[in-house]
Each structure stands twice: as C-alpha cells, then as structure tokens.
C-alpha cells in the first residue's frame, strides 16, 4: 500500500502566491495590451505589481521570493503573449502566392512567434523577480514575520 503525504492534491504555498499575483494581473495586462494598440509594447507594469504582491505573500509564508515572481511573471504575461500569437498567426495564414511560399511563410512565421513569445515570457519572469524582491523587501520593512506552513 502507498501512503500519500498530506500535500498531495495540493498546490505550494509558491503557486498560491504566484497564481494569485498573476491571475490578478491578467486583466490588467490584457487590457493595457489592447490599448496600447495592440502590438506597439508589451505592458508589463501589471506584471510588475503582481511580482510585488506575490512577493510580499511570499515573504509572509517563508516561500522562495524569486520562484514566487518569476512564477507570477509569466503567468501575468500570458494574455500579451496569447494576443501576440493570435495577431501573428492570423497575419501568416493570409499569405498568398505559391504553394510553397504560403508553407515557407508559415513556418518562418511559427518559428520567428514562438521565438519571440519565449523572450516576452522571459522578460515578464525578470520583471516578476524583481517585483517580487520588492515585495519581499516591503514585507520586511513593514515587519511582516515569517509564518509557517500549515
């Protein structure tokens, strides 16, 4: 028979805090993304401010700050992302001419996409850190103690 620990089922206190940081944000980003006009920059200040409120619960629970927001970081920037695709793929299946420059232009498009939604990830992750390490800070000068699990 195998005994299950009790966390099983469970999210961390890590993906708690990051999840509610960026669930939070997403509208925010999505919203600013759209207004923007979408496609001119990319939003990340919500993700920003996400960082900082996972950070700061973060430092509440004894949870790794910067896995907290790197967390946060790319899920708030998913929406701009998803935007992103959207734009570009739907751009590149309105190719016309031969057969073989719709598939060449297709790939090239896929390839230059997800290129470029791995670095818009990656820089809404440093962003989430450094929200993050803000919170933490915050946290600490406010003097919120560290809890425990449980």
Not at 16 to 36: E, I
Not at 74 to 81: D, Y
Not at 122 to 139: E, K, M, P
């Amino acid at each position: 028979m195998v005994r299950r620990s009790p966390d099983d089922g469970r999210l961390s206190e890590t993906w708690r805090d990051a999840l509610l940081g960026g669930v939070a944000s997403m509208p925010v980003t999505a919203a600013l993304y759209w207004l923007s006009g979408g496609g001119r920059e990319f939003p990340l200040n919500a993700v920003a401010v996400a960082g900082l409120v996972a950070g700061y619960l973060a430092a509440g629970r004894a949870a790794d700050t910067d896995a907290v927001g790197l967390r946060a970081g790319v899920v708030g920037g998913l929406p701009a992302v998803a935007w992103l695709l959207a734009t570009i793929l739907g751009g590149a299946t309105a190719l016309s001419g031969p057969a073989w420059f719709e598939v060449a232009g297709l790939a090239f498009a896929v390839g230059a996409t997800s290129t470029v939604a791995a670095l818009v990830l990656a820089l809404a992750a440093v962003v989430g850190v450094l929200g993050a390490r803000v919170g933490g800070w915050v946290a600490a000068r406010r003097g919120r103690r560290v809890g425990h699990a449980g």
